[in-house]
């Protein structure tokens, strides 16, 4: 009745795929719980507020998601997805600092004798914060997280692909 080949696996084996599997359904749970209060807080607060201020939280999140899925399902495609996902986040870093520039430019005129400076001086006070209540290099705090996650998959390889010597 038994094949003689089949050995039944360890109960070491069993408690490490009940921890990964406990984390993992874990983990999905506060982020699905740490969304949902994101996008309710956002939704409370209401004035003032726009789609584009979400942003840096989806990427933030999927940057999040990317470090998870690589931790604890390493394959080439999962290393190949935190790269797109790390290449991803400069898009958005440019969307932010042009976002923030442009809102500066836009209260620049309540400063200064808007018109009679030239363009490059308003594009350098908008760039530096020198008018206007929005920091211009705020946003540039997401590429550290998009480079250090690019990074952190150089030279990683799944399991499958590793040749024993």
């Not at 990964?20 to 982020?31: Q, T, V």
């Not at 933030?60 to 797109?84: K, Y």
Request: net charge positive; hydrophobic share 50%.
């Amino acid at each position: 009745m038994h094949d003689e080949g089949w050995l039944p696996p360890t109960a070491a084996a069993h408690v490490r795929l009940d921890l990964s599997c406990g984390f993992r359904r874990h983990c999905s749970r506060c982020l699905c719980s740490h969304a949902r209060s994101l996008l309710s807080n956002w939704r409370r607060c209401g004035t003032g507020r726009n789609v584009e201020q979400l942003v840096p939280w989806i990427v933030l999140g999927a940057l999040f998601c990317s470090a998870l899925i690589v931790v604890f399902h390493r394959s080439w495609i999962a290393i190949g997805q935190a790269r797109m996902i790390a290449l991803g986040a400069v898009p958005a870093v440019l969307f932010g600092v042009y976002e923030h520039v442009s809102a500066n430019l836009d209260t620049g005129v309540l400063k200064y004798a808007w018109a009679e400076l030239p363009g490059w001086e308003h594009l350098w006070l908008a760039s530096t914060g020198a008018v206007g209540g929005t920091p211009a290099t705020a946003p540039l705090v997401l590429a550290p997280a998009g480079v250090l996650h690019g990074l952190a998959t150089v030279g990683m390889t799944s399991p499958r692909t590793r040749v024993a010597m």
